[in-house]
Every structure is written in structure tokens, then in C-alpha cells.
């Protein structure tokens, strides 16, 4: 997958594209259908297949109090977009430059590309404070002789699918459901760092995660069936987010991960988490024994449901 990250880089290749735009912060299953929409067009026309979205959430620019948190990290946002055929990314900066150009400016650099065809979804607006809209797009469609296709929102149980409405589910808990919205579990990816080895000691060692700077949706404090995913290969666990308050000397949050079967050191390597179901709230403890007894509990309920 070819990548460009800059507006001076658009130009005209050997083949022509079929575009589909969209912020695409979150690549939920109305992200997917966009895109799929794209690729099948670029197949059947012996087209290439380009996504046109942002490096940064828009809100940076225009209010940055309210940038929500990420969904996906770059690295796991560009891997899913190679899965899904994309054979260019045009991943710009959103920034005073491209905020500022009028919606015929904006289709006027990306035209450069050699476009065949655009899909976007229903909801979709392009240029200055978001001045153009689909019905503009048509206009433009017909006017520099590109097909364009707008794709309803899809929906679940009667609701739009949104990024928003994802960061939601999480924050309730209901990774389930954000796994039906998204089309895959939710992640999160980071780097092994040691903890108190505490885990050790109760016989669940963790793979220890600090989430202080995190900037990526977190589900609420509790205990987690998941999926792990490492360099080595794909592994069941559950996994705790929390600040162990029956010893009460953790002062920021983390995300613990107990891998079953599992015995290496991973220390210093990378760590993707898929969120399967949720299975109790965070718990303070009066003993030990009442711990590791909940523990094995939780074990046992996570292998259950990961099977």
C-alpha cells in the first residue's frame, strides 16, 4: 500500500482511482462499506482502490477541547486498510491549509489523482467549515465526468453506526456490542513494562500495560475476557483494567493481562489486547485468599466463553 501524506504529492499514475473519502477514525462496519463500495467499482473498472482521510481528527484544528479518543493507533488503522485492498492511502495532516480551501478547491487537488469514481457515506461534507455536500459532490460529478456513489448509513437495531456511538459502548462496557459496531473486537496495543509482579506471586502473572497517557477509548475499570495477540502468535487471557485497590499502592490506571498457557518473557515487546466480554466490575478484597479464589473464578468464566 502506497501512502501519501501530502496535498503536493496528488498527480496522475498509470491507472486511474476509484476514491473513497471520510474521516474514518474508528473503521466500523459504515467505514467498511464505503470502502468495500470503492474497491468493488476499482476491480470491476481494472481501477486502483485509494482512501482519502486525515491523520488527525478535525476537532484538533477547529476545537481542540473536544477531540474524542482514538478508536484505532495509525499502525493498526494502515494494517486494516491493506487488508481491505486499499492499494493508496492519501493520509493528510488536517491543518490550516487544507481546512481552509473551498469545496471546489479541495476536488480540484484531489482530481489530480485521476479519478474514475468517488463513494462516501450519506453524511459526508468536504472543504471550508464543510460547505460542500453530497449534492454539490453530484453536481461535480457531472460537471468532470466521475461516477459517484453515496452510501446510506448502516445501522444496527435501529441505530446509525458512528465512531461516536463506539466510544459509547465502551465507556458503558458493552464491548460486545462496539465489537458488532466496529466488526472485530476492540484493541488496544502497547508495550509490555514491568509491574509489582504481584501477579507472579498469586500464580496469574500479567503482562502489564500503563494507560495514564493513553489516548485510545478505554472501557470502564473491570475484568475482561480477551484475545492476545503477540509477535509469537494469538493466546486466550483476561485481562484487568484497574489500580489493584485491595493493596492500594497503584496510583494510575493499567491494564494487566493474564495469558493463559503462556510463560515467556515478553518484557519490552508488543502487546495487542482484543476485548471479548466483559466479566465483573473492579473488586476490593479483604483477603488474599477471597482474591485468588475470585481469580480462579474469573478464569474459569473466561475460558467459557473463549472457547
Do not use: W
Not at 473536544?66 to 493528510?92: C, H, M, N
Not at 478547491?105 to 471550508?128: A, D, H
Not at 510463560?263 to 466483559?278: H, N
Amino acid at each position: 500500500m502506497k501512502v501519501i501524506t501530502e496535498l503536493g504529492q496528488l498527480h496522475k499514475g498509470e491507472k486511474s482511482y476509484v476514491v473513497a473519502l471520510g474521516t474514518f477514525d474508528g473503521l466500523h462496519v459504515g467505514h467498511q462499506d464505503v470502502i468495500n463500495v470503492a474497491r468493488r467499482q476499482a476491480r470491476q473498472r481494472g481501477h486502483l482502490l485509494a482512501v482519502f482521510t486525515f491523520q488527525n481528527h478535525p476537532l484538533e484544528l477547529i476545537c481542540p477541547e473536544r477531540v474524542p479518543v482514538a478508536l484505532l493507533t495509525k499502525e493498526e488503522k494502515y494494517s486494516l486498510l491493506e487488508k481491505l485492498g486499499v492499494e493508496l492511502l492519501i493520509d493528510l495532516p488536517f491543518d490550516r491549509q487544507l481546512a481552509s480551501l473551498s469545496p471546489a478547491e479541495f476536488l480540484q487537488k484531489l482530481l489530480l489523482l485521476g479519478v474514475s469514481g468517488i463513494v462516501v457515506g450519506e453524511n459526508f461534507t468536504y472543504g471550508y467549515k464543510g460547505a460542500g455536500n453530497c449534492k454539490l459532490l453530484a453536481e461535480a460529478a457531472m460537471d468532470n465526468s466521475f461516477s459517484l456513489e453515496v452510501r446510506p448509513l448502516v445501522k444496527q437495531q435501529g441505530e446509525a453506526v458512528s465512531s461516536t456511538l463506539i466510544r459509547q459502548k465502551l465507556l458503558e462496557g458493552h464491548v460486545e456490542a462496539a465489537a458488532r459496531l466496529l466488526g472485530r473486537s476492540y484493541t488496544i496495543t502497547g508495550i509490555v513494562a514491568h509491574g509489582n509482579e504481584r501477579g507472579r506471586l498469586l500464580g496469574f502473572p500479567t503482562a502489564n500495560l500503563e494507560l495514564a497517557d493513553n489516548r485510545v477509548a478505554l472501557p470502564p475499570v473491570g475484568v475482561y475476557a480477551v484475545r492476545v495477540r503477540l509477535s509469537q502468535g494469538s493466546y486466550k487471557g483476561m485481562a484487568n483494567i484497574g489500580n489493584n485497590p485491595t493493596f492500594g499502592d497503584v496510583n494510575s490506571l493499567r491494564l494487566e493481562t493474564h495469558i493463559f498457557d503462556f510463560s515467556d518473557d515478553i518484557y519490552g515487546q508488543s502487546i495487542t489486547i482484543e476485548f471479548v466480554a466483559a466479566i465483573r466490575e473492579q473488586v476490593k478484597f479483604n483477603s488474599l485468599d477471597a482474591l485468588i479464589t475470585q481469580l480462579q473464578q474469573d478464569k474459569s468464566k473466561c475460558q467459557e466463553i473463549l472457547q
